[in-house]
């Protein structure tokens, strides 16, 4: 058998679906080959010629795996990376240095850079529909005013679930690698308003059924009232910049008062 001498570096990873603690081998005497570029068991170092378990073996073994906090500091680096320099330009050492860990810390945690991208979309999808649900909670069901709390509600829904930050990056991230990417146009569609149009659409039929709206098509009227918000979005939300407050307002009256005048009772 061959021998020579390599790289360090003591972190976590996942071995047959478990995590345990590798050491990346430097500075033994002698180092098998095949073992040059890959972890092997902390606890085995070499002396002279020959592998054997060290006596901390056991204990190093069995410490406990890091916490979910480096996964996530990797995850929202990668977010910002991936939008500011696009999926092309983007590069695991720039993510890795911006969450503070090392690049071998980001494989191990989540991938190359394609998984990477997949895993923060699919996050920030999740967070997003959560969002929307939590601003869902408020529609006007049994209004009293119509247009009054319809447009609260749209601007709320403007800023906590389509304007917020989470908003952006999807719609900037799925129009510009939607191309690279079909799944993840696919799943944002599936769980964005895959998800969110018939929820919407619901809500509208309760208005409808209630007198307060004249609706024939719920889903199509559902569809229609999230694109009169989203009309005054595109270049903003190309160039991932933080719509103002005063415009969300004015977005949000001005796509209720035309919602209205085209499904309101009369």
């Not at 509600?153 to 939607?178: Q, Y």
């Not at 103002?244 to 009369?266: I, N, S």
Request: glycine share 6%; aromatic share 8%.
């Amino acid at each position: 058998m061959s021998y020579k001498k390599h790289v360090t570096g003591v972190e976590w990873t996942i071995i047959d679906g478990t995590a345990k603690r590798r050491r990346w081998l430097q500075r033994a005497a002698v180092i098998p080959v095949k073992y040059s570029g890959q972890y092997c068991p902390i606890g085995q170092v070499l002396y002279g010629s020959v592998m054997k378990t060290s006596p901390v073996a056991a204990s190093s073994e069995t410490q406990s795996p890091p916490t979910t906090s480096k996964r996530q500091a990797i995850l929202n680096a990668a977010a910002d990376v991936f939008a500011e320099d696009g999926f092309a330009a983007a590069s695991i050492d720039a993510i890795a240095a911006r969450a503070g860990v090392s690049r071998q810390t980001v494989y191990n945690q989540l991938g190359d850079k394609d998984n990477l991208f997949k895993v923060v979309v699919a996050e920030i999808t999740e967070k997003s529909s959560a969002d929307f649900f939590r601003v869902l909670d408020t529609f006007p069901v049994a209004p009293i005013d119509l247009e009054k709390e319809l447009t609260e509600f749209s601007a709320l829904l403007l800023r906590k679930a389509v304007c917020d930050a989470n908003g952006r990056w999807l719609r900037k991230l799925v129009e510009t690698e939607g191309g690279r990417f079909p799944e993840l146009f696919e799943t944002w569609k599936e769980y964005g308003p895959g998800k969110k149009y018939p929820a919407i659409a619901a809500r509208l039929a309760q208005l409808a059924l209630a007198g307060h709206l004249d609706i024939e098509d719920p889903a199509l009227a559902a569809r229609q009232y999230m694109a009169l918000l989203a009309t005054d979005l595109r270049i903003n939300q190309r160039i991932g910049r933080p719509t103002p407050e005063d415009e969300v307002d004015r977005m949000a009256g001005e796509a209720t008062k035309t919602f209205l005048r085209a499904f309101g009772k009369r």
